[in-house]
T-cell receptor, first 113, second 113 residues
């Protein structure tokens, strides 16, 4: 069964204190791994898609990396506005035509000034 | 507006009542998804439409739930005889057939009292 596990569940950082969020996955044929950001009371906002091991993508203070077993979201010198829940999700090649996403439970990030 | 719109944003209903939610996807997107998210959890797949055809339904979707997408445009999700366990955020997302990524709406928060 396809599964996504995120750690830690919650992370508190001081402004400027860099860290990484982890997403471990098991999937029957990875089609894509997705990172989303979700603010309270809102829908998930797309950040990155990674397709193959070794791939990296960057956006402002965020950098996502992918191996065959896990993905990391590195946050460099975070600011308070980076506070949110970060969700990881996978799509399987064997999910048929649906392209449905299997999500983890997320990491709640709080960045204090 | 180029985003996914959901209406209403919030709905409070008494147990046993029927509720209906609406989703307007990005106009050129032919794929539409419904997800459900409870507090502290990631979104869970409910159902998927390609144009007007409902191609997959999750086992989470009991007989009390029905979804439609007439003419392949907007979609509605109806819950009959609501139960307290139906309280959740209901998220709609859309995508292009050739694109693995989704755009989510802001969701409808349902509270069953």
């Amino acid at each position: 069964e396809d599964q996504v596990t995120q750690s830690p569940e919650a992370l508190r950082l001081q402004e400027g204190e860099s860290s990484s969020l982890n997403c471990s996955y098991t999937v029957s044929g990875l089609r894509g791994l997705f990172w989303y950001r979700q603010d309270p009371g809102k829908g998930p906002e797309f950040l990155f898609t990674l397709y193959s091991a070794g791939e990296e993508k960057e956006k402002e203070r965020l950098k996502a990396t992918l191996t065959k077993k896990e993905s990391f979201l590195h946050i460099t010198a975070p600011k308070p506005e980076d506070s949110a829940t970060y969700l990881c999700a996978v799509q399987s090649h064997y999910g048929g035509a649906t392209n449905k996403l299997i999500f983890g439970t997320g990491t709640l990030l709080a960045v204090q000034p | 507006d180029t985003g996914v719109s959901q209406d209403p944003r919030h709905k409070i209903t008494k147990r046993g009542q029927n509720v209906t939610f609406r989703c307007d996807p990005i106009s050129e997107h032919n794929r539409l998804y419904w997800y459900r998210q409870t507090l502290g959890q990631g979104p869970e797949f409910l159902t998927y439409f390609q144009n007007e055809a409902q191609l997959e339904k999750s086992r989470l979707l009991s007989d009390r739930f029905s979804a439609e997408r007439p003419k392949g445009s907007f979609s509605t999700l109806e819950i009959q005889r609501t139960e307290q366990g139906d309280s959740a955020m209901y998220l709609c997302a859309s995508s292009l057939e050739s694109n693995y990524g989704y755009t989510f709406g802001s969701g409808t928060r349902l509270t069953v009292v």
